[in-house]
């Protein structure tokens, strides 16, 4: 008990990292109803370009900036073989998922793996978040506003209210719209190759995001970091879809709900590392957290819901 305790905030932490991830994975599951696998490559991508930059000497948050950028350029990439070349888009998701491996490698000199120097107490300080903050702010060695927590937990929530705020003007509501029902939606006039290229761009482009900081608090970014991020993803969408679409109806509630679903679900693969679990089962263990609670909503239908009265009145 003492280990899982002394592990949450570290837990909480990366949920929150990952959480901005669910978010870009709810704008193309949710919302545009697209399977899109391009994330397991633009995780990375974010990570490789933050890296190098910052490690060359560049402001954090330009590196930050062309992270976002790169993430929402392999989404254009994704979006094009699909509203163009007339692809579909799950397999556009996954030509892009291919060629961004390669364009990685390059990105990161041909390396496997690059570290940023997290020894150095100058380049510590000038990362936003890092592992290091998270037991030292506790400890005193660093300012308590430094711990990864509030720095994420702010970040994420400037995010949710910018993409409120884009949602509710009327080209926000045009992806909403394309996502509902295309065909309507190109009835009244909806460009909707344009919606999914621009949905699927920032998508890709906060997942980077997401990668250009995990980058960070890891002090490293590995060429296979991105694996199976889609299924992280999904998990954090459909565990806060689960638990909270009856309580969080608010177009921003429901960002949230994705951000609490990646909380839970790292705190969830923490507590059973913290019972001995072999970590080389941990995909595994995704797979089955998923598969549960996707299949909860059928279960519920089926077994739990009440059963209709058949037949009218006497006198009907």
Not at 14 to 22: D, P
Not at 123 to 143: C, E, H, Y
Not at 243 to 268: D, E, P, Q
Request: aromatic share 10%; glycine share 12%; net charge positive.
């Amino acid at each position: 008990m003492t280990v899982f305790l002394n592990a949450l905030p570290g837990a909480v932490s990366q949920g929150l990292i990952w959480g901005i991830m669910a978010i870009g994975v709810y704008l193309t599951y949710k919302i545009l109803d697209i399977a899109d696998l391009t994330v397991d490559g633009s995780f990375c991508t974010g990570g490789a370009v933050f890296v190098m930059l910052f490690t060359n000497g560049t402001n954090v948050w330009i590196a930050l900036l062309a992270a976002l950028l790169a993430g929402m350029l392999a989404g254009l990439v994704t979006g094009v073989l699909n509203a163009a070349c007339g692809i579909p888009a799950i397999l556009c998701g996954i030509l892009t998922q291919l060629g961004l491996y390669s364009i990685n490698m390059a990105i990161m000199d041909f390396k496997a793996s690059v570290a940023v120097n997290v020894t150095q107490a100058d380049t510590l300080n000038k990362l936003l978040v890092s592992l290091r903050f998270v037991q030292g702010a506790i400890r005193g060695d660093f300012p308590i506003w430094r711990h990864p927590i509030l720095v994420v937990g702010v970040f994420a929530a400037c995010l949710i209210g910018v993409l409120y705020a884009f949602f509710g003007t009327e080209l926000g509501s045009a992806l909403r719209a394309t996502g509902s029902n295309g065909n309507m939606a190109r009835a009244q006039g909806i460009n909707t190759d344009f919606c999914k290229v621009l949905g699927l761009m920032l998508s890709n482009g906060l997942v980077a995001l997401s990668g250009a900081l995990l980058c960070q608090y890891n002090g490293a970014n590995e060429i296979n970091v991105g694996r199976g991020a889609i299924v992280i993803g999904l998990a954090a969408v459909i565990i806060g879809d689960v638990l909270f679409s009856k309580l969080f109806r608010n177009f921003a509630l429901k960002l949230l709900a994705v951000v609490i679903g990646a909380i839970i679900y790292y705190v969830v693969i923490q507590a059973v590392l913290a019972m001995g679990l072999n970590p080389n089962y941990l995909k595994l263990l995704s797979a089955l957290v998923v598969a549960v609670f996707l299949s909860l909503p059928y279960w519920k239908g089926r077994y739990f819901a009440k059963a209709v009265k058949r037949g009218g009145a006497a006198n009907a």
